[in-house]
């Protein structure tokens, strides 16, 4: 079924203007983070969970859920640009970031943008000439990636990409390759000359909103990739342009666990939640482990792509289907009472007091049982890349998960059209942003 734009219905009711944070301000996408970092330094900006280790009875430990403040996350960015510039990354230049959705692969693109360069990022699962490829397309001086095997890879293709001078590894644990540089050993370098670091910030202070930040790699299906140019200006935009249609605050939660790779989670996952002085938390790169990440973290706000809303609505169809006739009957019977409930949405009428004390018991029964798998505390699941089936879309609807179904472009960095909380039809990509 292929999405369309949502028709007009005058019956549905609309939130009220919504405020802008205050990045409106902003000159570029660095400035629009700083400006956080001075409103909420000491508000939890990123969370992850620790890797497991051995204790010192060789006992493992599985390690929990560390966190990092926006004044701790703009320090470690601080010291990582300095130490990139030390290397000569610079305006003019360009740096690649290869590995999975991760809080390092943030630092790493706020430190390289901060020294006025730009970032094109290569999916970890590239074979080695598209690597080159985009490393060669864009002048990459200075390639990061995540741990020994991406850096293994870079290193074999090194005599092919003439400009790369460093390779950068986020994840030092095992061997690190010759001539490879830890985060740590980039940090070291970044020294503390007054003069050198007020340089660096009135560098990227004066970085213009029309200046390339990224350069985005489709996926070319008869040639090489090609390189989508985008601007500070137009993510500032898109980051705007959803903070007026979509009620966010710093309060949110976000589950960061598409590729940042894609433009897609690079605003929904990184510029947008870090604009609005919300938390990230990065779930682990195993999808077996996202429903249990959900229910740890408890987030406000995930975006995902269609099949992973059609493989929950699977599993919770498949799990009553497999129970008694009672619990089935009792499923159907609240899931009727949501479609009840939808109906009335979409012919702009409010619920009966009958429907509504129906589906206080449903939700007691059925309903909150389920949401809790997922933390219990969702506001708004976002979906994009491809078409949501209506029916999923008002199955988690009927649950009290509302899906905000959107289209956009790589080349619209990235959103178009977005449901709104308040504006939506389920099959349709909404109006434009």
């Known amino acids: 079924m292929t999405a369309q734009a949502t028709p007009a219905h005058p019956m549905v009711a609309h939130g009220e203007p919504l405020q802008v944070p205050p990045a409106r301000q902003a000159n570029n996408l660095i400035d629009l983070v700083h400006h956080t970092v ?37 320090d470690v960015v601080t010291d990582l640009s300095l130490g990139m ?59 990061i990636v995540e741990n020994a095997q991406q850096a293994t890879k870079i290193g074999g293709i090194r005599s092919q990409c003439p400009t790369v001078e460093h390779v950068i590894i986020m994840d ?25 670091r007020r340089l660096w910030r009135e560098g990227w202070q004066a970085i213009g909103a029309d200046q390339t930040v990224t350069v985005i790699h489709t996926s070319g299906t008869t040639a090489n990739p090609k390189g989508a140019m985008l601007t500070h200006a137009n993510i500032l935009f898109n980051y705007q342009a959803v903070c007026q249609v979509v009620d966010l605050s710093e309060d949110e939660l976000f589950l960061s666990w598409l590729p940042l790779s894609h433009i897609f989670e690079r605003v929904a996952g990184e510029f947008l939640p870090l604009g609005l002085g919300a938390t990230v938390a990065y779930a682990e790169p195993v999808i077996e482990r996202l429903a249990q990440n959900m229910a740890d973290v408890q987030p406000t706000i995930m975006a995902a792509v269609p099949r992973f809303y059609e493989r929950v609505y699977g599993r919770v169809l498949a799990t009553v289907e497999a129970g008694p006739p009672t619990r089935q009957k009792i499923f159907h019977w609240a899931m009727g009472l ?62 009290g998960l509302l899906i905000l179904e959107g289209y956009g472009l790589t080349e619209t960095s990235p959103f178009v059209s977005i449901n709104r909380p308040h504006d939506f039809l389920f099959g349709t990509v909404g109006t434009p942003a």
């Open 38 to 74: 001075e409103r909420l330094p000491d508000k939890e900006a990123m969370r992850w969970k620790a890797p497991k280790s051995k204790t010192g009875d060789g006992e493992a430990d599985d390690g929990g859920w560390v966190s990092r403040t926006y004044r701790e996350m703009w």
């Open 338 to 399: 949501g479609a009840q409930k939808y109906a009335n949405h979409v012919a702009g009428r409010g619920n009966s007091p009958w429907l509504t004390a129906r589906l206080k018991v449903a939700d007691a029964v059925v309903f909150k049982k389920i949401r809790a798998r997922t933390g219990g505390g969702i506001r708004y699941l976002i979906s994009g890349s491809a078409p949501l089936a209506r029916e999923v879309g008002e199955f988690f609807y009927g649950m």
């Open 172 to 196: 030092p644990s095992g061997k690190v390759p010759e001539g490879t540089l830890t985060f740590a050993e980039v940090k070291a370098r970044a020294g503390s000359d007054p003069e050198v």
């Open 85 to 143: 510039r030390d290397l000569g990354l610079g305006p003019g230049d360009a740096a690649c970031v290869v590995g999975r959705t991760r809080p390092e692969w943030v630092l790493a693109d706020l430190a390289a943008l901060a020294t006025g360069a730009i970032t094109a990022p290569i999916y970890p699962q590239s074979e080695p000439n598209q690597a080159a490829f985009i490393i060669n397309n864009v002048g990459a001086k200075l390639v």
